[in-house]
């Protein structure tokens, strides 16, 4: 630790209460008691001298942004050094090319402060935008609301500086649109939970912020309803900006009606509102509680939807439980027979259940709890059987949280172990001396 | 070759004369004097069964879909076999999921015909959409001219199904938009030219037709003026959907005004037609000289820019010339200071130059030849000084046409060795006996 001491100085953290503030993340499970220490690079030349000195010493590094990761992508799992990129927070924007060139710290919120007075904006949203970093992000392949429009990290990251395992700086990917000089390395980094490289900058795509848009809130008796107006709205040529959903029971907690929620949003050209709207509520079957005719009153709209997280949580507290956040996508048409297996299996292993999610691209958050005194079992038992379910529709089990530690059993009965082997293949390459957030996906 | 007789019968063509017509691709250039026969798989199975025959023999590969591509990514470089995936063109689509289900020999505008009857469509639209394969498209990363709005394929593939260069089939990726199951191979495979894996089954994600749109056709007497326009358009809240351009002897090639055009077009809500063009106008300084109300009048406007490719080819066979299409690209904000000097390297080397391309991601085409008894030397040179100048305008000197045999020099003057080296250790993992589509970027 003395190469740390010397070259980071105050940037180096080893005090032990200070540092096991940075050991978990909010998936709020620990795998390791203890970190050697916390250190906060300030530019990409400390970064390669880190990761070399890292290689032949042979120290695990954990990077982190806010550590908002809810499959333990961001958590310390040995006694290494956590990177914290709080500090490498530039943001450039260039509203001609359309890009922003930002590090890894930047918060995505404010991102979209700064793009705004361009009328520029970055469309992933994920629920945790307001703290979420540009790095966590990238690493984590964040979604969110605006996933069946605007797909998710993978579709805006256009370039990156990134330092693997080996200490090497690659600079992947362009800064135009377009870009196929050899393969695809930028889009093998995002996803990658920083396990193939530490992200040192980011070249992102920008998209102009929508003239305007309409939304409603409808309620709906049975689910299948509520799917197929999703895909009557589409067929009707009006691609959603976001269609959520909430079940009866989740929709009470964050304030609504306890029916089947649906909110559903599409952006729209000035002057074309009123049409839209109309044209929106003619393929909607379901009730009709609430209504927006701009941009403002859309978001607004969405707001109990963005409390669904907080909602989950007290209620899992309030029952004096620890909460469990799943994340898994099944094909749309398959969204109805998805939720009632859902409900069955929580019903048979006795768990108390919230679903809610993304219903535009079938990505589902089924919420449960165990009580502290009684341990996860039960629950593990429940999330190997919805992972089985999920499978079994042709769904995913990870669609935006990522693999990190928890989900490792998961993934392998998703992708069995001869894709995997090909993963430890790429790992290899890219960081040989396993020191790249180790522990995590493989 | 006794295996492929017997395996594929009457699919299997070692006729000189019939095979040699699968040697060379559009690039018009020959690797090889003749391969050892064409193979026509039919289904998975058989991809399987080749591709571990050709692993055990160290026989080479060149898979080819209808063979549009420009940088000889298409074409057979040692006397191996071509695998023609013409016969693999199930189209499966599911309107609800907003997935197609296809082989890799459907063609691009197929699909869409198909697709129409939902009204849903596949945005990637390349100059070759009339012939290019969706298995070729993959392989290509292929682009066109929606870039600027809609991306290129690497943001349309969501699963694949492939065989690797050691005879493994992988399954990689999602049916549903959102996927983070591990390290995202699609996009690995998404541009790789068939030098990683044979891909025998896509997930390709869907759009709903526009409901509209508006475009306009204008002439500028600078070029600066009209690159601004296009940001203009943009800063303004309108997202083109397309925003071509020819420069004033292309334009006259095509059959418009000898002036630089910029074809600028923008999907609109229904009934949101006039406001919308009348904002364009607003926005844009250049003299309109057609407008377009609706999609399908946007679409024909558009028509003189889709003759490019044809206006290039016979105006340097009028010359007695072998036609050069280049396909660069520099941040939007570089294009007129790559224009201009593209225009002076040209005059530099003696080189008639056609210029156009898509300024809405910043993607130029130009366009040179050489007589054929002169030899492409003075060519060459003018293509290694543009890459030094795109590659000094932080630009790219691939954005959508591939590296194939033609642009591997190119490739490593922009990317380095280093990064290159991660590309090498990349191909030993999926293909390590080199034999699919040997010979291509690398």
Redesign the interface.
């Known amino acids: 630790m003395e190469f740390l001491r010397k070259e980071f100085g105050e940037r180096f953290i080893e005090d032990g209460v200070t540092a096991r503030l940075y050991v978990r993340d909010a998936s709020f499970m620990e795998f390791s008691e203890s970190i050697a220490g916390v250190v906060f690079p300030v530019d990409e030349e400390e970064v390669v001298k880190l990761v070399r000195w890292a290689a032949r010493n042979k120290v695990p590094l954990f990077p982190q942004g806010s550590a908002t990761s809810l499959s333990g992508n961001a958590s310390a799992t040995a006694k290494g050094v956590v990177v914290s990129f709080e500090k490498m927070d530039k943001v450039e924007v260039?509203?001609?090319?359309?890009?922003a060139v930002v590090g890894p710290g930047v918060r995505l919120e404010e991102l979209n402060v700064e793009l705004a007075r361009?009328?520029?904006f970055f469309p992933v949203d994920p629920g945790s935008v307001k703290s979420a970093t540009v790095g966590g992000a990238i690493a984590?392949?964040a979604?969110g609301m605006r996933?069946?429009k605007y797909?998710?990290m993978?579709?805006w990251v256009l370039g990156l500086r990134v330092v693997?395992g080996r200490g090497?700086l690659?600079?992947?990917g362009?800064?135009?649109?377009?870009?196929?000089?050899?393969?695809?390395?930028v889009?093998?980094f995002?996803?990658?939970e920083g396990t193939?490289g530490l992200v040192t900058e980011a070249i992102l795509k920008l998209?102009?912020?929508?003239?305007s848009a309409v939304a409603v809130l409808a309620y709906y008796d049975d689910l299948e309803t509520l799917v197929e107006d999703v895909?009557r709205v589409?067929?009707?040529?009006?691609?959603p900006l976001f269609a959520e959903f909430l079940d009866a029971p989740t929709s009470a907690v964050v304030g609504l009606e306890s029916r089947n929620a649906l909110f559903l949003g599409v952006d729209?050209?000035?002057?074309?509102e009123e049409?839209?709207l109309r044209r929106l509520e003619s393929l909607v079957r379901g009730e009709v509680a609430q209504r927006a005719l701009d941009w403002g009153n859309a978001m607004k709209l969405l707001e109990p939807r963005r409390r669904l997280f907080y909602g989950q949580i007290s209620t899992a507290q309030r029952d004096g439980g620890v909460l469990v956040i799943e994340d898994v996508?099944?094909?749309?048409?398959k969204l109805p027979e998805a939720v009632r297996g859902l409900k069955k299996l929580a019903e048979r292993h006795g768990l108390p259940l919230l679903l809610g999610g993304?219903i535009?691209?079938?990505?589902l958050h089924p919420a449960t709890w165990y009580r502290r005194g009684e341990g996860p079992g039960r629950v593990e038992k429940f999330l190997r059987d919805m992972a089985e379910l999920v499978v079994k529709l042709?769904?995913?089990?990870?669609?935006?949280?990522?693999?990190g530690v928890l989900k490792k059993d998961l993934?392998k009965m998703?992708?069995g172990e001869?894709?995997?082997n090909?993963?430890r293949?790429?790992k290899r390459?890219?960081d040989p001396y396993n020191i790249l957030n180790p522990g995590k996906?493989?």
Chains 1, 2 share one sequence.
């Open positions: 260039d509203p001609v090319d359309g890009v361009y009328g520029l984590n392949g979604g996933g069946a797909g998710t993978k579709d693997t090497d690659l600079r992947v362009c800064r135009t649109y377009k870009c196929r000089n050899g393969y695809d390395l889009r093998l995002v996803g990658s193939l998209a102009p912020v929508p003239e895909v589409r067929a009707g040529r009006l691609w729209v050209n000035g002057g074309a049409r839209a996508a099944v094909p749309i048409s993304h535009g691209d079938g990505n042709n769904g995913t089990v990870s669609a935006e949280h990522g693999i993934i998703e992708l001869e894709a995997l090909y993963m293949e790429l390459v890219f996906i493989l």
